[in-house]
């Protein structure tokens, strides 16, 4: 066992111990706790958890979206070499202009309504990342010389390539104009338009119809492909997490809480969060799901000490109170911070598996698959307690 | 033969659309048009769709927030289609309604005590009676008396929702319509939630009309499934057959669209149809069947001819032309119904599910980088093309 953070092989993008909090009138809010990740070459990895787990906050920190103050931040980011955090602002435009991109979660007002989509999509082809631009040099581009034709053409291309209906119309059309995939699809293409090596993507198509969502999630897979590009996912959606990544990061109260490869993440998940979340999702299938997990996501002005995750774990204990638990690496790709996998420390539960959580949490009957649904109890409670019980009394 | 609390026939909402410079009505949308269902006391009816298909519509014109434009409402026996003021007084003490949003639905300036409050007053509970009864109810959604003189923006939403539940059972209603209740809100609080609302029904046997885009909770929670598609029920029948073996190629597009988290219910899902472009405007609804321009199986006489109600093996009632007698051989394609996996596996679907695993081994084992599931959808893509 080594305390390592699982690290991917070639890394792209590695973050370091990110911290971020901000300065509030209550007091400091601690959001992000040492967040270490990494997404190396031709990757896809997503960052799952639930509302206000830090996600979109820490992928803000790594792009430098967040105003310091209020925001402080801490960490190493580093891309491909270069440190993120202390590279001059006119460099990192310029590299985040042209090698990584970013798509927003809401399609619909992500783009600029006063300019139609050509030439929002045309300016970022021609100007994408120099942000340095002056009025003369800007004028002579747009207006002189056949840049300005080239690069429309490369922007027709580009929405040619996510499967735009329509596109040449499309350029002339204001972001109004276009229904929710659509704006989806201009904003992909945008993206994709200067050739990113890096796509950080914050729940991609989550405000669109499911069958919409999946045409989207189709195209990413084939653009992912296409491109040869790496991919840092945000989502709050395990079922998508699961169709588009290679690993998988699991947020809890501003930490990473555990690592996997997806297969191995959805087949065992280790940490009790995890399982607590997978057990909880409604089942196609219409097997039983669980009750969910008793409580709601720490406030951050005074975060729970030690472990974040105790107020609301089944297996919580004195430990948990008092210390921080480390990533313990069960392998090079898989680890868990959570102290019940730590040899060193001797807790009072087995290391759970996932039926255990999903015991201990008590379940919803699924009603479809029993006959007789009116004379069995739709919450099983009973069950779950008496196996608290039963494994408190055995330790 | 079981007692029907709401019966709900041919109902239609067409809003007007006004324009030019008289504002004369030039055009509808027809956002619920010819709904039919009715939910038996006790039970839960889902009603699923993309946004857009009027599920919430019917919800609001079934409590009377808009008015119907066609067809009739019966509920408990009176028909509620347009009702007096002493009807709509009646209606409002045995129907509720639990709004999508739990925080816009909760005045900001009130505690929560005295938003439990009002729907009480209104309904004439003595003064005396009403703060035990709010304790009651606190404890049945499993808050407790702490939370009388938090406002709303103390709580969190999971939190809000239990008291926006609370309030709507506070009179008693037999008929809950849950407009996307827990959408709001994330999984592990959707479950709580699910819970709490199930452990209600029992124990106060409620009445639910569940509206939900979230299809797999659905097939947890509901008896019975309807499917709506721009304004018109497509599939409607037993939860369980719906799943088990959707008939209506939207019903199929819809399950097979899905993102789910286990191999289980991979293998359980209708075979990948993914649907070309996007729902059409409710003003400009297609000729013949409304679903026919993103249709897989789509063929003339889609265009001509509206379907109706047809029952397939004492299945749930379809509207679809495959599954017309009447239109039999028309159709060259139709949906395969064998590659869906019942509860036993099927031969078919027990080696689907079987290729499917040995697939992700392999690809796992001898390249790390490969994307199980990116290749699996490959799959279905190119055996379909």
């Known amino acids: ?142 207006y002189l010389g056949d840049e300005r034709a080239a690069a429309r053409e490369r922007a027709l291309e580009m929405l040619r390539e996510v499967q735009m209906p329509d596109p040449e119309n499309v350029m002339d059309a204001y972001p109004t104009q276009l229904s929710g995939g659509m704006c989806q699809r201009v904003l992909i293409a945008q993206a994709l338009l200067n050739d990113p090596e890096l796509l950080i993507a914050d729940e991609i198509g989550t405000a669109l119809d499911v069958t919409i969502h999946d045409q989207i999630m189709d195209l990413l897979h084939d653009l992912i492909d296409d491109h040869d590009l790496s991919v840092l996912m945000i989502t709050h959606n395990l079922g998508v997490a699961r169709q588009v990544s290679d690993r998988i990061y699991v947020m809890y109260g501003g930490r990473i809480v555990e690592t996997g490869p997806t297969q191995t993440l959805f087949d065992s998940p280790k940490h009790p969060y995890t399982q607590g979340l997978v057990a909880s999702i409604p089942r196609l299938t219409g097997d039983t799901m669980a009750e969910g997990i008793d409580g709601s996501v720490p406030e951050y002005l005074d975060p729970p000490s030690g472990c974040r995750f105790h107020p609301r774990c089944p297996y919580a204990h004195e430990h948990c109170q008092t210390a921080r638990p480390e990533m313990i690496s069960l392998d090079d790709q898989t680890g868990v911070e959570c102290v019940l996998y730590d040899d060193r420390h001797d807790a009072p539960y087995d290391q759970p598996t996932l039926e255990d959580t999903r015991s201990r949490m008590g379940t919803i009957s699924g009603r479809s698959n029993s006959e007789s649904e009116d004379k069995e109890p739709a919450v099983t409670g009973d069950s779950g307690e008496s196996t608290v019980v039963d494994d408190a009394g055995g330790d | ?38 939910i038996e006391r006790g039970e839960t009816m889902a009603l699923i769709g993309e946004s857009g298909s009027g599920k919430s519509t019917v919800a609001k014109t079934i409590i009377g927030l808009h008015k119907a434009t066609g067809g009739t409402i019966d509920f408990d026996g009176q028909d509620i289609t347009d009702p007096s003021d002493d009807q709509l007084d009646w209606m409002r003490s045995n129907m ?67 008291i926006n539940i609370a309030r709507a059972i506070s009179i008693e209603p037999d008929l809950l319509l849950l407009d996307e209740p827990t959408s709001a809100l994330d999984v592990s609080v959707q479950a709580k939630i699910i819970g709490l609302l199930e452990e209600l029904q029992q124990e106060l046997g409620l009445t639910y009309l569940f509206i939900t885009h979230d299809l797999s909770l659905v097939r947890n929670f509901a008896d019975e499934t309807a499917v709506m598609y721009l304004g018109q029920i497509q599939e409607k029948g037993a939860t369980q057959e719906v799943f088990h073996h959707p008939r209506h190629p939207y019903s199929r597009a819809l399950l097979s669209a899905i993102p789910v988290t286990t191999d289980e219910e991979e293998a359980y899902k209708p075979r990948r149809e993914p649907l070309e472009g996007e729902i059409p405007s409710p003003r400009d609804i297609p000729s013949g ?21 047809v029952t397939s093996e004492g299945g749930p009632l379809v509207r679809c032309h495959i599954y017309d007698d009447a239109h039999k051989g028309v159709f060259d394609n139709v949906p395969d119904m064998t590659d869906v996996a019942d509860g036993s596996g099927g031969p078919d679907a027990g080696t689907a599910r079987q290729d499917g695993g040995e697939r992700i081994t392999k690809r796992t084992a001898s390249d790390p980088t490969a994307r199980p599931d990116r290749g699996r959808r490959k799959d279905h893509r190119d055996t379909k093309s």
């Open chain 2, 1 to 38: 033969m079981a007692d029907t609390l709401l019966k709900v026939e041919d109902l239609e909402k067409h809003f007007p659309v006004k324009g030019g410079i008289l504002k004369r009505t030039t055009d509808y949308v027809k956002a619920v048009d010819g709904v039919s269902f009715d």
């Open chain 1, 1 to 142: 066992m080594n305390l390592q953070e699982p690290v991917a092989e070639d890394p792209l993008l590695t973050v370091n111990d990110l911290h971020v909090g901000f300065e509030s009138f209550d007091g400091f809010a601690d959001v992000v706790d040492g967040v270490s990740l990494s997404v190396g070459k031709g990757e896809v990895v997503t960052v799952a958890g639930e509302t206000g787990c830090g996600k979109s906050v820490t992928m803000k920190a790594i792009l430098r979206l967040l105003s310091e103050p209020p925001a402080r931040i801490e960490g190493d980011v580093v891309f491909d070499g270069t440190h993120l955090r202390n590279l001059p602002q006119k460099e990192f435009n310029r590299l985040k202009g042209r090698r990584m991109s970013l798509v927003f979660q809401d399609p619909m007002s992500s783009l600029n309504p006063t300019f139609t989509v050509g030439e929002q999509l045309v300016d970022t082809a021609q100007f994408g990342g120099r942000s340095d631009t002056g009025i003369l040099e800007y004028a002579r581009r747009r």
């Open chain 2, 96 to 162: 509720q309604m639990v709004f999508q949003d739990p925080t816009s639905s909760l005045n900001p300036r009130r505690t929560v005590g005295k938003s439990m409050e009002v729907p009480m007053e209104s309904r004439g509970v003595p003064a005396e009676e009403r703060q035990e009864r709010i304790s009651e109810l606190l404890d049945l959604v499993e808050l407790n008396n702490e939370y009388l003189y938090k406002y709303p923006h103390e709580l969190s939403g999971g939190q809000k929702q239990r």
């Open chain 2, 289 to 309: 069947c409304r679903f026919r321009t993103r249709c897989p199986y789509a063929t003339d006489v889609c265009a001509e001819e509206e379907p109706s109600f």
